[in-house]
């Protein structure tokens, strides 16, 4: 074949195309264009098709649902054994950052615990065995405001009937910052409104490889946990040795600046909108879990009167009558002190969610009480 | 409005007769004050809401770029529609990014138009004049004035008020190009070209956000050559297959090379790199760059070729240069190219003496530095190559020139202390970095991510630039057509993994 110039432009290389040449080109171009229409055609029609995340948005092949019957525990199980989202389908960041896609809009719950991993060891076998609620575990590792904002309006958004809702909330909700920047990635189109915007967003190698593991999972691979639950302290040997107090986000715990001004949280302003739009009558039970004593601004501190307003403005949002609570455990208290009750200085330990998961039954079930006497 | 002084040195500043400089400068932080407010009241693009359209992002390729290439087909035969055409998508291209810029972008082509029409129409120079005057002082403002803000306050001692200004995208670029254009119509070496495609000219898209930089006379006359004239075939295969060269140096090198270079730098000067971590940084930095930047260029001049157009050559191969000299012949070459003309030349280049040569040389090679980045270490950067390009210069006059693989080596050495200036964020962090390169963070470690590097050195070294590649008369074999379109096809899966990262050089 010989070689031929690629006439370009005036001043470029000599025009010498002849006809064939140009067919041969023709069917290079061709070709390029036909192989890249149908690699991208066919996953992307395979990706919406067989529905990685089990998000419920298109017919899909009819593959089994990410939680569906395996898993042990579910709704009402007795247990709370800790089965690691890392089964089967990712490490247990990348998992529940997907995984809740499904857990959030699944009917066999009807109530569900959101927050960080502040949160995530409240069991919701424990709280529904207490409340007879059917509890879901929809924290996120790591995640900031709006990202738990996103996972309560997913969830919302296919249980407008919910029995409760449990906000574990910590010093993430205090930010100033209008932008509520994230502390790492979270896929908020798997939860938006739009299916426009999980199409665009759906054709990616993660979302290829999460389809054919949907698929091996329809096959009979390892299930996640059916109600959501992962116990990041199973496994791990517990050594927590209380050292120099790292600096903390959020509340400015260390922070000797005066609190001049009120300011205001656009975390707890979106947060308003949210609850604007749950019916009354559903209850909601803000939690503002535990930390080591050290994680904790002096008494007195600016830092101290910056938290203390803050606790306040986050209380306000639990005053929705019967069964809705605010649970303050975030204080310098004997559990606060205690080494044996932490992982490390933000992590408490199952000893410390156990007593907070009653306390959370025992406001909800004031609501059933309530109910009971007026009935 | 903000205090000029928190520490009462205002006044005594005032005692000394500047009160009116001081004053002036209040009063530009009042309207940068109240620009920015209304700012925050004028929606950005659409970017806010659907992410950002780089050449790799998901939707520039699958649907903007398909429709642009469409269009512009669908009316090729008539040279003013699918000129139009060229524009809309290149105004739809920027104003993604930042619709509130438009006005700018526009309102900088037509005054340097009008100027060169006042020009044409009176014969007298200052329309010429007052054009430079005004893309300077939009660059200026825009991008320097904090910058300069900073040099009075250090001067005076008084704090000052900052902009905070945002900088428009590819400033810099689009107003080196009408800067070059309005110096050629001084020279007498451009005409008056009609609006429509000396607006082209400027917002083609290809090449509007980082460059190649081009001069009116690369590009204009083309606008009138017939896409659909013979060769079209091999034009658009040429573009498709540089286009995806560029995007998987892109996607699989540059971005991962600024996955080990990002997180090392941002760790100093807090922590001092050990010898291992400090020579990945460099490394993988150094190679980032070239693989960034050059892949930008390969998918511009593809793109370009997809519309029946040519841009510049902008690299070849620049880390395989013996010698300084070389490198700049090598490396942005349309930037050299526009620094030799219009600034190392009128500066005196070297036909008037050493002194007036090493004026020059420094002189233009800070401003290259300087036109990089508001800041010290860009300006310092340019002049660490203009005191390298001294040097190779004098060596070169001794007639004793350097066995090839030690004038590689040391030529490389060279151009990586100097990308640790261009990365690191202030002198502290470089000085840190350049210390622990020779072992003053420790000799222990070593340099991760091997199998990256050499993968990315081999690239940087090995793959012709797009210019070469075009001349080297390829053939048309399917299976390259084949394997292109999988690994195009691999890396439109891969960008979808998260938001696409920016090229380097958008902020420039």
Same mark, same amino acid.
């Given at each position: ?47 919406? #098709? ?167 999972? #329809? ?114 208290? &004997?559990? &606060? ?39 | ?79 003013? #529609? ?6 809309? #998508? ?393 394997? &292109? ?24």
């Amino acid at each position: 074949m010989k070689r031929q110039a690629v006439e370009i432009a005036p001043g470029g290389v000599e025009p010498n195309e002849t006809k064939s040449a140009d067919r041969l080109w023709r069917r290079f171009a061709l070709a390029y264009l036909g192989v890249f229409a149908g690699i991208i055609g066919i996953v992307y029609v395979f990706i919406i #098709a067989v529905d990685p995340y089990d998000s419920g948005r298109f017919a899909s092949l009819g593959l089994r649902g990410l939680f569906d019957g395996l898993g042990r525990g579910g709704h009402g199980a007795a247990g709370g054994s800790a089965q690691s989202g890392a089964a089967g389908f990712g490490d247990t960041d990348t998992s529940q950052r997907t995984g809740n896609v499904a857990l959030g809009r699944s009917p066999r719950f009807n109530a569900a615990i959101f927050g960080n991993s502040h949160g995530q060891l409240l069991s919701p076998r424990r709280l529904s065995q207490a409340t007879g609620l059917a509890f879901v575990q929809l924290t996120v590792p790591g995640a900031n405001v709006r990202e738990q904002l996103a996972m309560m309006r997913w969830f919302m958004r296919h249980h407008s009937e919910a029995g409760a809702l449990v906000l574990a909330l910590d010093e993430r909700w205090c930010v100033t910052d209008p932008a509520l920047p994230l502390r790492t990635p979270f896929p908020f189109w798997l939860y938006s409104d739009s299916n426009w915007v999980y199409l665009a967003n759906a054709l990616s190698t993660r979302t290829l490889r999460d389809s054919f593991r949907r698929v091996a999972f #329809a096959g009979g691979a390892a299930a996640i946990d059916s109600a959501g639950y992962s116990d990041y302290e199973a496994g791990k040997t517990w050594s927590f040795k209380p050292g120099k107090p790292a600096p903390a986000e959020g509340f400015p715990a260390r922070d000797d600046r005066p609190f001049q001004r009120e300011p205001d949280f656009p975390g707890l302003i979106l947060l308003d909108a949210l609850l604007g739009e749950i019916p009354a009558k559903t209850p909601v039970v803000i939690v503002l879990p535990p930390q080591f004593y050290t994680q904790l601004p002096p008494a007195g501190t600016g830092g101290a009167r910056f938290r203390d307003y803050c606790k306040w403005q986050i209380a306000l949002r639990a005053e929705r009558g019967a069964g809705s609570a605010f649970l303050d455990f975030l204080v310098d208290s &004997a559990i &606060a002190r205690n080494p044996e009750n932490f992982m490390d200085e933000e992590h408490y330990r199952t000893n410390v969610a156990a007593m907070m998961e009653a306390e959370i039954a025992a406001a909800l079930n004031t609501r059933r009480a309530a109910e009971a006497g007026h009935d | 409005m903000a205090r000029v002084s928190k520490d009462g040195r205002s006044g005594r500043w005032q005692r000394r007769g500047t009160g009116a400089l001081l004053a002036s400068i209040e009063y530009w932080h009042c309207l940068a004050t109240a620009v920015n407010r209304a700012w925050e009241w004028v929606p950005g693009g659409p970017a806010e809401r659907f992410g950002k359209m780089l050449f790799q992002s998901q939707g520039f390729i699958l649907l903007f770029l398909p429709v642009a290439v469409a269009a512009y087909y669908a009316v090729a035969q008539w040279p003013a #529609a699918r000129q139009s055409v060229l524009i809309i #998508a290149s105004l739809v291209f920027y104003g993604w990014w930042d619709i509130r810029f438009i006005p700018l972008l526009l309102g900088q082509i037509g005054a340097s138009w009008l100027m060169s029409l006042f020009y044409e129409r009176s014969g007298r120079r200052w329309p010429l004049y007052l054009g430079v005057v005004l893309n300077l002082a939009s660059l200026a403002t825009f991008k320097y004035l904090d910058f300069l803000i900073g040099i009075v306050q250090s001067v005076i001692g008084v704090d000052l008020p900052r902009a905070h200004l945002v900088l428009p995208i590819g400033i810099s670029f689009f107003s080196f190009q009408l800067i070059s254009y309005l110096v050629d119509r001084m020279r007498k070496d451009a005409p008056l070209y009609p609006l429509r495609p000396f607006a082209l000219f400027v917002l083609l898209f290809p090449h509007l956000i980082a460059g190649p930089i081009v001069r009116h006379n690369e590009l204009v006359p083309q606008f009138e050559l017939d896409p659909r004239r013979e060769g079209v075939w091999a034009r658009t295969s040429l573009g498709l297959f540089l286009f995806t060269l560029g995007f998987a140096k892109k996607v699989l090198l540059a971005d991962r090379l600024a996955e080990i270079a990002d997180p090392l730098f941002n760790r100093v000067p807090r922590h001092m790199l050990d010898l291992g971590e400090a020579w990945t940084a460099t490394l993988a930095f150094t190679f980032q760059l070239f693989c960034d930047f050059s892949a930008y260029t390969e998918m511009a001049i593809g793109i370009a070729l997809l519309f029946g157009l040519l841009l510049p050559e902008n690299f070849r191969r620049p880390y395989v240069s013996t010698s300084v000299r070389e490198f700049w012949r090598r490396w942005h070459i349309s930037l050299s190219n526009f620094i030799r003309d219009y600034l190392y030349i009128p500066l005196g280049g070297s036909r008037h003496g050493v002194p007036r040569y090493v004026f020059a040389t420094m002189g233009a090679m800070g401003i290259c530095g300087l036109w990089h980045g508001a800041g010290w270490t860009y300006v310092v950067w340019g002049l660490w190559h203009g005191f390298g390009l001294l040097v190779c210069h004098g060596w070169q006059s001794l007639k004793r020139p350097m066995p090839a693989l030690a004038g590689w080596a040391v030529t490389m050495l060279f151009v990586m202390v100097g990308w640790v200036l261009f990365r690191a964020a202030d002198f502290h962090t470089a000085a840190s970095v350049l210390y622990s390169l020779v072992g003053g963070g420790g000799f222990g470690g070593r340099i991760q991510s091997m199998g990256l590097l050499i993968a990315a050195a081999l690239v940087s070294m090995l793959v012709p630039s797009a210019h070469e590649i075009k001349d080297m008369r390829p053939l048309p074999w399917p299976a390259i057509a084949v394997t &292109a379109a999988a690994l195009a096809g691999f890396c439109v899966l891969e960008v979808g993994n998260g938001p696409p990262l920016n090229f380097i050089y958008f902020q420039f």
